[in-house]
């Protein structure tokens, strides 16, 4: 018989043990992870694109699916996307829950029209008589040396869509959480993942757990401005963050995470923080999201602000092949403190 010390003591490991319960994955096997997790819940999830079947995917986030749920769950299609983003279309009309694999993003321009006319109108166009609860997903962004063709940020092509949601991972935490509240809604929505952001491994919950599609995460609390930011610069704006520190200043740092709609609640309590906003992108800068972010501060939060909205995104060119030239494109840490630096003076 138990004590009552040794009953306290029971509680507290039990508690520890529901609180810190985790397991490290990188970030493609979260997604793997939450993918697998939803295929088992319903039946009507299925996977689709090219080579997302027995070879697992172009970045492995398919990885033992087709073994574990069969060929007809997991469907390796032929080099028309297109062809199989209809498909995926089609199937959420019936009542599946497709995903629809990119192998990579920039080759989703050749589904646009699926995408736009289809998938983001169809609920509307019909009455509300069909819903499309299909994930579209894949890797985008610069890479290291993929060259123009593959390192498009399709962002500000579907931004404009009606009818879509937008979200961006940036960590394995998130990446897993989005998949799995993606596949449960009710509305078609785009996952941006990042290619060089798959290796990148954390510990996250062993229980179920999902992310809001349409929540801002805080990174980190500051004071003196609000630096907006999503997937890959992420990592950027926090390398840039600690030199920031060391130089007196307090930056808030916050993921937006929802690409569309925008979590304003999250933003508009920053900007009434701070008063001062710093939108950092890998996007580029005519049309992107950033040009979309500013609108919104500036209709919702304008007298709120102390200084004009800067905006760092990446050059209108297309993305160079040689390395050095590639880098010069995107973002880089410093620039976002000397823009920090210029909007605090």
Do not use: W
Not at 152 to 160: D, K
Not at 261 to 284: A, Q, W
Not at 312 to 328: C, F, K, N, R
């Amino acid at each position: 018989m138990l004590t009552p010390f040794q009953y306290l003591l029971s509680g507290i490991y039990l508690t520890r043990y529901i609180l810190y319960s985790r397991h490290e994955l990188l970030l493609f096997e979260a997604l793997q992870e939450g993918l697998e997790e939803e295929m088992e819940r319903d039946l009507r999830v299925c996977v689709m694109g090219e080579d997302v079947g027995h070879y697992g995917g172009s970045y492995k986030v398919t990885k033992g699916l087709a073994k574990k749920f069969g060929d007809l769950r997991v469907l390796d299609t032929p080099i028309a996307e297109n062809s199989f983003t209809g498909m995926g279309i089609g199937a959420a009309m019936t009542g599946l829950r497709p995903v629809v694999e990119g192998m990579n993003m920039g080759f989703l321009l050749l589904a646009f029209n699926q995408i736009s006319n289809n998938c983001g109108m169809l609920h509307y166009t019909s009455g509300g008589q069909f819903t499309i609860p299909i994930v579209i997903r894949g890797p985008g962004g610069v890479g290291r040396q993929l060259g123009a063709e593959h390192s498009q940020r399709l962002e500000s092509y579907f931004q404009s869509i009606p009818g879509i949601q937008m979200v961006a991972c940036s960590t394995p935490y998130n990446a897993k959480g989005l998949m799995k509240a993606a596949i449960r809604s009710e509305n078609p929505v785009i996952l941006f993942e990042h290619v060089l952001l798959y290796n990148l491994k954390e510990r996250i919950p062993d229980e179920d757990y999902i992310c809001n599609l349409e929540e801002a995460e805080m990174v980190r609390p500051g004071e003196n401005v609000t630096i907006l930011t999503y997937s890959r610069m992420r990592y950027h704006v926090m390398q840039a963050a600690k030199t920031l520190v060391n130089k007196g200043y307090d930056p808030e740092v916050i993921d937006i995470r929802s690409l569309k709609p925008f979590d304003l609640y999250t933003i508009g309590n920053s900007v009434k923080k701070t008063h001062r906003v710093l939108i950092v992108e890998e996007c580029m800068r005519t049309g992107g999201i950033g040009a979309s972010l500013i609108a919104a501060i500036t209709e919702n939060f304008n007298d709120y602000l102390d200084a004009p909205i800067m905006c760092l995104s990446s050059q209108d060119v297309p993305t160079p092949y040689a390395g050095t030239l590639e880098e010069v494109t995107v973002v880089q840490p410093a620039q976002i403190v000397t823009a920090v630096e210029q909007l605090c003076q």
